[in-house]
C-alpha cells in the first residue's frame, strides 16, 4: 500500500511543481511579504519605554539599593522609569490599567528577613502587554534572588561556626560576602527585543502554512469531479491511500515554506528566531495544525472553489487573531484571548517566546505551545476522518 | 463454475428514495453482460455497489467467488472499472496516465512499459501516446478510459456508458476492441443508451428500471416476452388480389392485410424461413419483386417493459 501512496503523492508534487503553486504559494509569496513588511516596520519592538511599578513595603536597604541601581543603569536610561506605588494591590490596578507595564512588590520586613539568613520572597507583576517592562522586572529580581541566596548562604554558614546572632550581620558584610549591593545584568533588556521582522517572517510562514497544505487537499476535490478519485478509490487500494498520499505532499511543501521563511528571515535582515531545534518543533507542529484544519474543510465542502473559500477564510482569521498579521500584544484583550483558540495564537507565542529568549530557549520552554498545536492538529483531523468517510472514502 | 462477478439482493436507499431494491444477477467467465435501463433507473448506483464505490444497504456482491465487503482489494484486484466521465488526468500524456494507473494498481515496474505497450496497441493508440490527454479527441479519451482499467488484466470489465459523444469511427473501435477481449475470455459488465451496441456486444441482458430489474434473459429471450412474430412487407406484380387469397393460406401466417395496390404485409412466425415458401405460394398468380423482413427488436422489449423510449 505504501507504493500506492507514493504513487499519489509523486503525481501530486509533479502537478504542484508543474503547475507552480508549490513554488509561488509555498515560497515567492510568503518571503516577499514577510520581507516587505519586514523592510517596511522591522526594527526592535515594542518601542524600548517602560513603566515599572515599585512598591516598597519594606523600607529596608534591598529596595533602596534597587532604586539606586535602576536609576544609575546606562542601558535603562530614557527607557526605564520606577513609579512608587503604595502597595501591591494599587499597582495591580495600575497594571490592569495599562499605567505600568510590570510592577516589583518588596513585602514588610524582607531586607531584616534576608540579613537574619531567613531569605525572602520579592513579587513581581508583569502584563503581556509590555514584555519589555516585564523583562526589565525580571532581570531585576534574578539578580536580588542571587544576592538574597548568597547572604543567605553566608548567614548560614557563620551561624555554623558559633558567631553570636548579633554579631553575623556585621561579619558577613564586614568580610566581603554579596550584601545588599545590587548589580545588573550588562543589558538587562536584551531578552526583551523582538525585531518586527521575527513578527511577520513567522507570521507569513504561519499564514502560507494553511494555503500550501490545503491546496493538497484541495485537489482531493478536484480528483473528485474528475472521477479520478473514484477510478482510484475502484482499484486495489486502501481507502486512506489517495488522502494520505496528498497530505503527505501537503504537508512537507508546508514544512518547506515555513523553514524557507525563517531561513529568509535570519538571512536578510539578520535576526535569530531563537534555539533552532524548538523553532523547527514549533513550525513543524503549526503545519500539522494546519494540515488537519484544511483537511477538515475539505471533508466538509461539497466543490475544489468552496474549498478555496473557506480556506482562506479560515486562514486570514486564524492568521488576523492569532498574531500573524498584527502582533498580539497591539491587540485589545479580548482579542488576544480569541488568539489562544488559533493555531497561529499559540505559534506566534510560542516562536515570541523563543525569539526574546534568544539562546536560552529550548523546547522545553515550549512544549505547552507545541503540545496545544498537537492537539489542534489531533482534533481536527479526527473531526475530518470522520468527514471523509462519509463522503470521500466511503 | 464459478462466477466472474455475481450479486444478489442489492439495495440502496436515500432517505425515502430507493434507488435500488433486490437487484441480482451473475456474469459467467467470459459472458457479455448488458444492463439497460432509462436515465434514473439505478444503473450507475447498482455499478457504483458493485466496484465498491457505494456501500450496499443490504445485499452481496461476489467477484470471482471473493466477498466485496470482505476483502475489498482481493475482489477490486479482478475488476477493471471503467467510469462514464474520462476519469483521467487531463495535463498527463495517455501514456502516462496509463503509467499512474498501472503502478496505483500494483503492476510491478518491470512489466509496466511492456503492459502499457500491449493496452495502447489493443486500443489502437500507440501513435499518440504521448501527446497531452488535453489534446485528444472525444473518441481518443474514452478509449485511454478504458484502456486504464485493461492494465491489471482483469477478470471483468465493468463499463458505464463507455461510448457516450464518441465518433462512429471512435466507437467501432470500441467496440471492436471489446469483442476481442470477450473473445479473449474476459467477462463483461455493459451499461449504455444505445440499444444496438448492447444487442452486438452482450450475451445476456438485464432491463433495470425504478431500481429494479425488470427482465433478464438472452436478446431471443427477452423479445419473446412481446412476442416473437414477424413482420414481412412484400411487394407484388401481377394478380395482387389472387396472390394476397394464397399468402394467407401458407401454413405459419398468422395475419394478412393488403397496404396497397401492390403490397402485402403479413404477421408470421419465424419470417425470414417462410420467404422461400411465400414466393412459392403466388407462383402462377404474381411474382414477388421486393421483400422486407422486420423481426421484433430489444428496443421494441424496451418500450413495452418499461414504458419508455431508452433515450429518454
Given at each position: 500500500?505504501?507504493?500506492?501512496?507514493?504513487?499519489?503523492?509523486?503525481?501530486?508534487?509533479?502537478?504542484?511543481?508543474?503547475?507552480?503553486?508549490?513554488?509561488?504559494?509555498?515560497?515567492?509569496?510568503?518571503?516577499?511579504?514577510?520581507?516587505?513588511?519586514?523592510?517596511?516596520?522591522?526594527?526592535?519592538?515594542?518601542?524600548?519605554?517602560?513603566?515599572?511599578?515599585?512598591?516598597?513595603?519594606?523600607?529596608?536597604?534591598?529596595?533602596?539599593?534597587?532604586?539606586?541601581?535602576?536609576?544609575?543603569?546606562?542601558?535603562?536610561?530614557?527607557?526605564?522609569?520606577?513609579?512608587?506605588?503604595?502597595?501591591?494591590?494599587?499597582?495591580?490596578?495600575?497594571?490592569?490599567?495599562?499605567?505600568?507595564?510590570?510592577?516589583?512588590?518588596?513585602?514588610?520586613?524582607?531586607?531584616?528577613?534576608?540579613?537574619?539568613?531567613?531569605?525572602?520572597?520579592?513579587?513581581?507583576?508583569?502584563?503581556?502587554?509590555?514584555?519589555?517592562?516585564?523583562?526589565?522586572?525580571?532581570?531585576?529580581?534574578?539578580?536580588?534572588?542571587?544576592?538574597?541566596?548568597?547572604?543567605?548562604?553566608?548567614?548560614?554558614?557563620?551561624?555554623?561556626?558559633?558567631?553570636?546572632?548579633?554579631?553575623?550581620?556585621?561579619?558577613?558584610?564586614?568580610?566581603?560576602?554579596?550584601?545588599?549591593?545590587?548589580?545588573?545584568?550588562?543589558?538587562?533588556?536584551?531578552?526583551?527585543?523582538?525585531?518586527?521582522?521575527?513578527?511577520?517572517?513567522?507570521?507569513?510562514?504561519?499564514?502560507?502554512?494553511?494555503?500550501?497544505?490545503?491546496?493538497?487537499?484541495?485537489?482531493?476535490?478536484?480528483?473528485?469531479?474528475?472521477?479520478?478519485?473514484?477510478?482510484?478509490?475502484?482499484?486495489?487500494?486502501?481507502?486512506?491511500?489517495?488522502?494520505?498520499?496528498?497530505?503527505?505532499?501537503?504537508?512537507?511543501?508546508?514544512?518547506?515554506?515555513?523553514?524557507?521563511?525563517?531561513?529568509?528571515?535570519?538571512?536578510?535582515?539578520?535576526?535569530?528566531?531563537?534555539?533552532?531545534?524548538?523553532?523547527?518543533?514549533?513550525?513543524?507542529?503549526?503545519?500539522?495544525?494546519?494540515?488537519?484544519?484544511?483537511?477538515?474543510?475539505?471533508?466538509?465542502?461539497?466543490?475544489?472553489?468552496?474549498?478555496?473559500?473557506?480556506?482562506?477564510?479560515?486562514?486570514?482569521?486564524?492568521?488576523?487573531?492569532?498574531?500573524?498579521?498584527?502582533?498580539?500584544?497591539?491587540?485589545?484583550?479580548?482579542?488576544?484571548?480569541?488568539?489562544?483558540?488559533?493555531?497561529?495564537?499559540?505559534?506566534?507565542?510560542?516562536?515570541?517566546?523563543?525569539?526574546?529568549?534568544?539562546?536560552?530557549?529550548?523546547?522545553?520552554?515550549?512544549?505547552?505551545?507545541?503540545?496545544?498545536?498537537?492537539?489542534?492538529?489531533?482534533?481536527?483531523?479526527?473531526?475530518?476522518?470522520?468527514?471523509?468517510?462519509?463522503?470521500?472514502?466511503? | 463454475?464459478?462466477?466472474?462477478?455475481?450479486?444478489?439482493?442489492?439495495?440502496?436507499?436515500?432517505?425515502?428514495?430507493?434507488?435500488?431494491?433486490?437487484?441480482?444477477?451473475?456474469?459467467?467467465?467470459?459472458?457479455?453482460?448488458?444492463?439497460?435501463?432509462?436515465?434514473?433507473?439505478?444503473?450507475?448506483?447498482?455499478?457504483?455497489?458493485?466496484?465498491?464505490?457505494?456501500?450496499?444497504?443490504?445485499?452481496?456482491?461476489?467477484?470471482?467467488?471473493?466477498?466485496?465487503?470482505?476483502?475489498?482489494?482481493?475482489?477490486?484486484?479482478?475488476?477493471?472499472?471503467?467510469?462514464?466521465?474520462?476519469?483521467?488526468?487531463?495535463?498527463?500524456?495517455?501514456?502516462?496516465?496509463?503509467?499512474?494507473?498501472?503502478?496505483?494498481?500494483?503492476?510491478?515496474?518491470?512489466?509496466?512499459?511492456?503492459?502499457?505497450?500491449?493496452?495502447?496497441?489493443?486500443?489502437?493508440?500507440?501513435?499518440?501516446?504521448?501527446?497531452?490527454?488535453?489534446?485528444?479527441?472525444?473518441?481518443?479519451?474514452?478509449?485511454?478510459?478504458?484502456?486504464?482499467?485493461?492494465?491489471?488484466?482483469?477478470?471483468?470489465?465493468?463499463?458505464?456508458?463507455?461510448?457516450?459523444?464518441?465518433?462512429?469511427?471512435?466507437?467501432?473501435?470500441?467496440?471492436?476492441?471489446?469483442?476481442?477481449?470477450?473473445?479473449?475470455?474476459?467477462?463483461?459488465?455493459?451499461?449504455?443508451?444505445?440499444?444496438?451496441?448492447?444487442?452486438?456486444?452482450?450475451?445476456?441482458?438485464?432491463?433495470?428500471?425504478?431500481?429494479?430489474?425488470?427482465?433478464?434473459?438472452?436478446?431471443?429471450?427477452?423479445?419473446?416476452?412481446?412476442?416473437?412474430?414477424?413482420?414481412?412487407?412484400?411487394?407484388?406484380?401481377?394478380?395482387?388480389?389472387?396472390?394476397?387469397?394464397?399468402?394467407?393460406?401458407v401454413e405459419g401466417v398468422i395475419e394478412a392485410a393488403r397496404t396497397g395496390a401492390e403490397s402485402v404485409r403479413l404477421i408470421a412466425e419465424g419470417g425470414r424461413y417462410l420467404l422461400p415458401a411465400l414466393i412459392s405460394a403466388v407462383e402462377g398468380s404474381a411474382t414477388v419483386t421486393a421483400t422486407q423482413v422486420i423481426e421484433p427488436d430489444l428496443e421494441a422489449t424496451f418500450l413495452h417493459l418499461t414504458g419508455t423510449s431508452l433515450r429518454d
Amino acid at each position: 500500500m505504501w507504493r500506492a501512496m507514493l504513487t499519489v503523492s509523486a503525481l501530486e508534487l509533479r502537478t504542484r511543481l508543474r503547475d507552480g503553486t508549490a513554488i509561488v504559494i509555498a515560497v515567492i509569496v510568503p518571503v516577499t511579504l514577510a520581507t516587505l513588511f519586514g523592510l517596511a516596520l522591522g526594527g526592535d519592538d515594542p518601542p524600548l519605554r517602560a513603566t515599572v511599578g515599585f512598591v516598597d513595603l519594606d523600607h529596608g536597604e534591598f529596595p533602596a539599593s534597587v532604586r539606586r541601581e535602576v536609576l544609575a543603569s546606562e542601558e535603562l536610561k530614557g527607557a526605564v522609569t520606577l513609579r512608587d506605588l503604595p502597595g501591591e494591590e494599587q499597582a495591580r490596578r495600575a497594571l490592569d490599567a495599562g499605567e505600568i507595564g510590570s510592577a516589583i512588590v518588596f513585602p514588610a520586613g524582607f531586607s531584616q528577613s534576608v540579613g537574619a539568613g531567613r531569605g525572602g520572597d520579592v513579587a513581581v507583576l508583569t502584563s503581556p502587554e509590555s514584555p519589555l517592562a516585564g523583562v526589565v522586572a525580571g532581570a531585576v529580581v534574578d539578580r536580588i534572588s542571587a544576592v538574597v541566596d548568597a547572604r543567605t548562604l553566608a548567614v548560614h554558614a557563620v551561624l555554623l561556626a558559633g558567631v553570636p546572632g548579633e554579631r553575623v550581620k556585621e561579619l558577613v558584610e564586614r568580610n566581603g560576602a554579596a550584601g545588599p549591593a545590587l548589580t545588573l545584568a550588562e543589558d538587562p533588556l536584551s531578552g526583551g527585543k523582538v525585531d518586527l521582522s521575527v513578527y511577520y517572517g513567522s507570521g507569513m510562514a504561519a499564514l502560507f502554512a494553511f494555503f500550501v497544505v490545503g491546496a493538497s487537499f484541495r485537489g482531493l476535490l478536484t480528483e473528485r469531479k474528475l472521477g479520478t478519485l473514484d477510478r482510484i478509490r475502484a482499484g486495489p487500494v486502501a481507502a486512506w491511500v489517495p488522502v494520505a498520499g496528498k497530505g503527505v505532499v501537503g504537508f512537507g511543501l508546508g514544512v518547506v515554506s515555513v523553514c524557507v521563511c525563517w531561513a529568509s528571515s535570519t538571512l536578510i535582515f539578520g535576526t535569530t528566531w531563537g534555539d533552532p531545534v524548538a523553532v523547527f518543533a514549533v513550525l513543524v507542529a503549526h503545519v500539522l495544525a494546519a494540515a488537519a484544519i484544511t483537511m477538515l474543510v475539505a471533508s466538509r465542502v461539497r466543490t475544489d472553489a468552496q474549498a478555496d473559500g473557506v480556506i482562506m477564510v479560515v486562514s486570514f482569521v486564524a492568521a488576523f487573531f492569532g498574531g500573524s498579521l498584527v502582533p498580539l500584544y497591539d491587540l485589545p484583550e479580548p482579542l488576544r484571548a480569541v488568539a489562544l483558540l488559533t493555531p497561529n495564537g499559540w505559534t506566534s507565542t510560542a516562536l515570541t517566546e523563543l525569539a526574546g529568549a534568544g539562546a536560552a530557549g529550548s523546547v522545553g520552554a515550549v512544549a505547552g505551545p507545541i503540545g496545544v498545536l498537537c492537539a489542534i492538529a489531533l482534533a481536527a483531523g479526527g473531526t475530518a476522518v470522520a468527514g471523509f468517510r462519509k463522503g470521500l472514502l466511503l | 463454475m464459478t462466477a466472474t462477478l455475481a450479486c444478489e439482493g442489492l439495495r440502496k436507499r436515500y432517505g425515502d428514495v430507493t434507488a435500488v431494491e433486490d437487484v441480482g444477477f451473475s456474469i459467467a467467465p467470459g459472458q457479455a453482460y448488458g444492463l439497460l435501463g432509462p436515465n434514473g433507473a439505478g444503473k450507475t448506483t447498482t455499478i457504483s455497489m458493485l466496484v465498491g464505490l457505494l456501500r450496499p444497504d443490504a445485499g452481496t456482491v461476489l467477484v470471482g467467488g471473493t466477498d466485496l465487503a470482505a476483502d475489498p482489494r482481493r475482489a477490486k484486484a479482478r475488476i477493471g472499472y471503467v467510469p462514464q466521465e474520462i476519469a483521467l488526468y487531463p495535463e498527463l500524456t495517455g501514456r502516462e496516465n496509463l503509467r499512474f494507473f498501472g503502478r496505483l494498481f500494483g503492476l510491478a515496474r518491470r512489466g509496466l512499459a511492456g503492459r502499457i505497450e500491449e493496452v495502447l496497441d489493443l486500443i489502437g493508440l500507440s501513435d499518440r501516446a504521448d501527446g497531452r490527454l488535453d489534446t485528444y479527441s472525444g473518441g481518443m479519451r474514452r478509449r485511454i478510459n478504458i484502456g486504464a482499467a485493461l492494465l491489471h488484466r482483469p477478470d471483468v470489465l465493468i463499463l458505464d456508458e463507455p461510448t457516450v459523444g464518441v465518433d462512429p469511427q471512435s466507437r467501432k473501435a470500441i467496440l471492436d476492441g471489446l469483442e476481442l477481449l470477450v473473445g479473449d475470455g474476459m467477462s463483461l459488465l455493459y451499461t449504455s443508451h444505445y440499444m444496438e451496441e448492447v444487442e452486438r456486444v452482450c450475451d445476456r441482458v438485464a432491463i433495470i428500471d425504478h431500481g429494479r430489474i425488470i427482465a433478464e434473459g438472452t436478446r431471443r429471450e427477452l423479445i419473446a416476452m412481446v412476442g416473437s412474430a414477424d413482420k414481412i412487407e412484400l411487394v407484388l406484380d401481377g394478380d395482387v388480389e389472387a396472390a394476397y387469397a394464397k399468402l394467407r393460406t401458407v401454413e405459419g401466417v398468422i395475419e394478412a392485410a393488403r397496404t396497397g395496390a401492390e403490397s402485402v404485409r403479413l404477421i408470421a412466425e419465424g419470417g425470414r424461413y417462410l420467404l422461400p415458401a411465400l414466393i412459392s405460394a403466388v407462383e402462377g398468380s404474381a411474382t414477388v419483386t421486393a421483400t422486407q423482413v422486420i423481426e421484433p427488436d430489444l428496443e421494441a422489449t424496451f418500450l413495452h417493459l418499461t414504458g419508455t423510449s431508452l433515450r429518454d
